[in-house]
């Protein structure tokens, strides 16, 4: 068995100040229609947990999840735009 007493001090040595860094802030404001869209989904499901779906609340969940399917679409398109060498 290897043991992994040496190579704590690497993993510790660096303190975490707590802040996201601006790459993760930039990375969080690009997904957030995605996170937005998945939270609207999300409320629609809990709205209906207790209580029988009606047509109105079938259509509102079929609604969320087009636009979680179209904001999951346009961050991948984004994301394939910014990336050269790959193929999109």
Partial sequence: MKSIAALQAVVTATRFDGEPTNGELDAIETEMPLILAELDLLD???????????TLDERRIRRARNRVLDERRDLTNRAGLTQSGGAA
């Fill in 44 to 54: 629609a499901e809990v709205w209906m947990l207790d209580r029988p779906a009606t």
